[in-house]
């Protein structure tokens, strides 16, 4: 693998914005064409990573700090095992934030014809009993 091959393209990243609104924090959210990636740490770095086509739908907060300093919390929710939510927290412009990976998730779905139907059952449901009453 060559050196060009390991850049990836960020569309949006920043970090989370602790007091006053200020990026002093080691948590890092990056944006790509087809995931969400969350980098924790200095010395012992932790990544997460969210595949823009399991994001199911959102939700944007933001308490009576994060609006006087301009910040706020998107939330994600995903059809996946392992982060059912991924909280985007205190970062710059989330209305922004929210919008874009909106329209990347529409996009991503769109190009590989990935409908909400696709990943039914797809978080923990193996064999499809939605009521789990377990009689035959």
């Given at each position: 693998m060559s050196k060009k091959?390991?850049?990836i393209d960020y569309i949006w990243s920043d970090k989370k914005r602790t007091i006053f609104g200020l990026p002093i924090s080691f948590t890092r959210y990056y944006l790509t064409e087809n995931r969400i990636i969350t980098r924790t740490g200095i010395l012992s770095v932790h990544e997460d990573e969210v595949e823009l086509y399991r994001i199911?739908?959102?939700?944007?907060?933001?308490?009576?700090?994060q609006r006087i300093f301009g910040c706020g919390t998107v939330v994600l929710f995903c059809k996946d095992a392992d982060t059912p939510e991924k909280h985007i927290v205190s970062v710059?412009?989330?209305r922004e934030v929210s919008d874009l990976i909106g329209s990347?998730?529409?996009?991503?779905?769109?190009?590989?014809?990935?409908?909400?139907?696709?990943?039914?059952?797809?978080?923990?449901?193996?064999?499809?009993?939605?009521?789990h009453d377990d009689h035959v």
């Amino acid at each position: 693998m060559s050196k060009k091959d390991k850049h990836i393209d960020y569309i949006w990243s920043d970090k989370k914005r602790t007091i006053f609104g200020l990026p002093i924090s080691f948590t890092r959210y990056y944006l790509t064409e087809n995931r969400i990636i969350t980098r924790t740490g200095i010395l012992s770095v932790h990544e997460d990573e969210v595949e823009l086509y399991r994001i199911v739908d959102k939700s944007l907060s933001r308490s009576i700090w994060q609006r006087i300093f301009g910040c706020g919390t998107v939330v994600l929710f995903c059809k996946d095992a392992d982060t059912p939510e991924k909280h985007i927290v205190s970062v710059k412009c989330p209305r922004e934030v929210s919008d874009l990976i909106g329209s990347y998730v529409s996009q991503y779905r769109d190009r590989y014809s990935i409908r909400g139907r696709d990943m039914i059952g797809s978080a923990g449901e193996a064999d499809g009993d939605c009521d789990h009453d377990d009689h035959v």
